[in-house]
């Protein structure tokens, strides 16, 4: 099956500042890449994903980027705000097999 | 925009109890899923359920767990015999095809005492 590595577990910056999250996988097979974001008290969000088929796709203050060479990929959110704070879950596959999250702390 | 709606929010059990959770996943949806989340930990594939019937299943969903999709609405998930270890977050969640978004419930709390 599939095995998902994320770090860091924890992560804080000032507001501002750029937040990079990174995740490998096991399995070449896997070819859908969600990052989710869970607030405290709800169920998670999807804020962005990724094919196997690009190397890298943005939304306004967030990227994802996907080396399937490396098996690795990554979130990075830039100009953080207060409001980015959450735990952050990367996940492979269409079974969801999901990283152990990151949270993220964004000082003001 | 439509969204997944997860009842109850919260449900404390004896353990040894029978519980069902329900889940109404978006309406033009084909995949359901159920996770859980034990406390301080990472979000677990339980189930996924596609054309009324389970295609995937992991190790944690053993005989004690079910799921139904009985009025073609519900999609719901049965514990038959709870045990403490079985509380955590339980999510559900629904995808239009395989390998696109889920769209994920807000959860049911479940705790065993």
């Known amino acids: 099956g599939e095995n998902v590595e994320q770090h860091p577990s924890t992560l804080s910056v000032q507001e501002g500042d750029s937040a990079v999250i990174k995740c490998t996988y096991s399995?070449?097979?896997?070819?859908?890449f969600p990052w989710y974001k869970q607030e405290l008290g709800k169920g998670s969000q999807l804020i962005i994903d990724?094919?196997?088929?690009?190397g890298e796709k943005k939304d306004q203050r967030i990227a994802v980027t996907l080396n399937k060479t490396a098996k690795h990929f990554s979130l990075h959110i830039t100009e953080t705000q207060p409001e980015d704070s959450a735990v952050y879950f990367c996940?492979?596959?269409?079974?969801?097999?999901f990283g152990s999250g990151t949270k993220l702390n964004v000082k003001p | 925009e439509p969204e997944v709606t997860q009842t109850p929010s919260h449900q404390v059990t004896q353990m040894g109890q029978e519980v069902i959770l329900r889940c109404v996943p978006i309406?033009?949806?084909?995949?359901f899923y159920w996770y859980r989340q034990i406390l301080g930990q990472k979000v677990e594939f339980l189930v996924s359920?596609?054309?009324?019937?389970?295609?995937?299943k992991s190790e944690i969903f053993d005989d004690q767990f079910s799921v139904e999709r009985p009025d073609g609405s519900n999609f719901t998930l049965k514990i038959r015999s709870t045990k403490l270890e079985d509380s955590a977050m339980y999510f559900c969640?629904?995808?239009?095809?395989?390998?696109?978004?889920?769209?994920f419930g807000q959860g049911t709390r479940l705790t065993v005492v």
């Open positions: 969640a629904s995808s239009e095809q395989e390998n696109t978004e889920a769209f």
């Open positions: 309406s033009n949806h084909l995949y």
């Open positions: 996940a492979a596959s269409n079974k969801f097999y």
């Open positions: 359920f596609y054309n009324n019937e389970i295609s995937e």
């Open positions: 399995d070449s097979a896997s070819n859908y």
């Open positions: 990724i094919r196997s088929n690009v």
